[in-house]
DNA sequence: TGTACATCAGTGAACGCGCGTTCACTGATGTAC
DNA sequence: TGTACATCAGTGAACGCGCGTTCACTGATGTAC
């Protein structure tokens, strides 16, 4: 009964979500159409919904895609306080800012997935835990069950400043602070592993 | 020549700024049309033009407005280290999370404004700075530049902490995160004092 | 003081356009015999 | 091995709708005389 290949369409779905997420972190998901992602993707705009729902249930699956891939891209980072750094420099690099479409979704596209219905909303939470969770996991191994407030309020901290530096049109001010932001982060680790 | 009162085309074009910021804040930039937001005026679409040039020259125009609004707010804060623990209490509140539409522009609509064209950028630019060094003034009256730089690292922590808390499923974990980032800023704070 | 007039903030219908979504169709694929 | 057929991912035109913007008009206002 099964006609083509068994993961043929999974292939081009998740050629679709990968195309949406580029976009939605670019111009936003209000500021992208389908039919703009789907071209991204290869496809036209009537192919959309033989993958998907609706654009809402787009949204839900891009968000909990990207929260995956930037889990991933996380464990490749090394233990420790050091480990700790070095992921911190990355993610408060100019290269970052610069280039939200290959970046953290979080920093992108925070406030406008706040607006989301449930669905979304769930599929944020539960991507977001499953890196924070990681993460405190490597940085503070030791450490029970606050690491993961302490985590995610530092995780708050770098998305609202690369957000900021982004918005900043004084790139000197913007540059500044992304150093600040590696400052202060590193500041909070400490406190922690000083409790 | 003047025929109406000099001030009255004034005071309609502000009651606009003001039904925009919290439409904007409560459906996004993009989320929000000018019809819908001239009818929270009291008004009908067609009168728009006479009060700006386009929706984007209204953004710019909201942007600055919010940004004076939330420097005004700010000031009525007691100085010093109590001061600086009341203020971030009130911004990392519960009432302040549930009510975008009255609350910070920059929790509300960061990630959209770093997307728009340069005008606006700059209007936030100057207004976000403003707010950061009467903050700084006040908290750290002895502190001479850098105090800029750390006062909007401690900003970036407000706002991510507050679109996370927002964009967060379980509202335990939400509310958590709102007194861990109470805790964090005034980790940050004190750090900054002992320097 | 009363009337004709000029002003202009605001009205509301209309514009072209792109949105999310639907649907009749195509054509490459693998199956059945 | 070759041919007729069923499947279904993808096409592309069309749908109603709301968007930002334009514009001919209205009617309350203050001015001129």
């Keep these: 009964m099964v006609r083509y290949g068994r993961e ?40 959309f919904y033989a993958h998907f729902d609706s654009k809402d249930d ?11 891939e930037q889990r991933e ?13 070095q ?12 280039d ?7 920093a992108a596209l925070l406030d406008e997935i706040a607006r989301t219905a449930d669905p979304t909303r769930r599929a944020y939470t539960e991507g977001v835990l499953a890196v924070i969770d990681d993460v405190a996991a490597r940085v503070a191994p030791n450490d029970p069950r606050s690491a993961r407030a302490r985590t995610l309020s530092i995780y708050a901290l770098m998305v609202g ?3 900021l530096s982004r918005a900043l049109a004084d790139r000197q ?8 932001g590696i400052q202060s982060a590193l500041t909070l680790l400490d406190a922690a592993e000083r409790t």
């Design 8 to 47: 043929r369409k999974q292939v081009t779905r998740r050629r679709i979500i990968e195309a949406a997420g580029r976009r939605f972190k670019a111009d936003g998901i209000d500021g992208s159409g389908i039919a703009a992602l789907m071209a991204d993707a290869g496809l036209t705009n009537g192919a």
């Design 87 to 98: 992921m911190l420099r990355q993610y408060l690099s100019i290269g970052h800012r610069d």
């Design 73 to 85: 891209g996380l464990s490749a980072a090394a233990l420790g306080r050091a480990g700790a750094e």
């Design 173 to 180: 001010l913007a540059d500044a602070l992304l150093e600040q």
């Design 58 to 68: 787009l949204v839900a699956a891009v968000v909990a895609d990207q929260l995956r």
């Design 100 to 106: 939200p479409a290959r970046g953290c979704p979080s």
């Design 161 to 163: 400043t690369l957000q």
